[in-house]
């Protein structure tokens, strides 16, 4: 699977849009883009993943550059309880193929 | 549907103990999966289950790591004996064997090894 990489950090404003970089510039075609959350104390969440257009799911959007080397993952009204770490990993998306977690971006939401 | 269930939440154990985990995945979930976290890092693969079969135990630390899935549900993971540096958290997930399918995670087992 491709590595990916993300800032170690980064924080936003409660209420407003955050956006998550993340660079995959060595990513196969028959690679997908995925983002997990990981909270507190919990075991990480599947947020949203994409192969190659934008995607929008209740939780978050996914923005993945044409020439798929990046892509940005988008909280549009960012909450205290957005406070995680956020993982991008990328993956071929055959059944069964295993998960590889990277360092993540700590994200801290501030009132 | 209910979650991936794990237990213990914490254990605390001296060096060269054993210690077992326990994780029951989503029903239906063909797939299971054991990770390791250590704290400040992100979770690395231990073991791979397909039913009951192992399909990825490479990063397993067989002189003293163990794991079972019975009856391709449950599953069982062992240390024993165990080290310091076995000190993290041990995840569990499960997944239906789909294309496109994510991962569903437990809360995880918090072993302290002292």
């Known amino acids: 699977d491709a590595k990916t990489t993300q800032p170690t950090s980064m924080d936003c404003a409660e209420g407003r849009a955050a956006n998550l970089p993340c660079n995959h510039s060595?990513?196969?075609?028959?690679?997908?883009v995925y983002w997990y959350r990981q909270i507190h104390s919990q075991g990480p969440q599947y947020i949203i993943h994409g192969l190659k257009n934008n995607e929008t799911n209740e939780m978050a959007s996914l923005i993945i550059t044409e020439d798929r080397k990046s892509s940005t993952l988008i909280l549009p009204h960012a909450t205290l309880r957005d406070t995680a770490v956020y993982y991008c990993?990328?993956?071929?998306?055959?059944?069964?193929?295993?998960?590889?977690f990277g360092g993540g971006t700590r994200v801290l939401v501030k009132p | 549907e209910a979650g991936v269930a794990q237990s213990p939440r914490y254990k605390i154990i001296e060096k060269r103990q054993s210690v077992a985990f326990w994780c029951n995945p989503i029903?239906?979930?063909?797939?299971l999966y054991w990770y390791q976290q250590i704290l400040g890092q992100g979770p690395k693969l231990l073991i791979q289950f397909q039913n009951n079969g192992v399909v990825d135990d490479s990063q397993l630390p067989k002189d003293r790591f163990s794991a079972e899935r019975l009856k391709g549900v449950d599953s069982t993971l062992k240390i024993q004996p165990a080290k310091l540096e076995d000190s993290a958290v041990y995840l569990c997930?499960?997944?239906?064997?789909?294309?496109?399918?994510?991962?569903?995670f437990g809360s995880g087992t918090r072993l302290t090894v002292v």
């Open positions: 997930a499960s997944s239906l064997d789909r294309v496109n399918y994510g991962y569903t």
């Open positions: 029903s239906g979930h063909a797939t």
């Open positions: 990993i990328v993956r071929v998306a055959a059944a069964g193929n295993k998960l590889t």
């Open positions: 060595t990513i196969s075609g028959n690679e997908y």
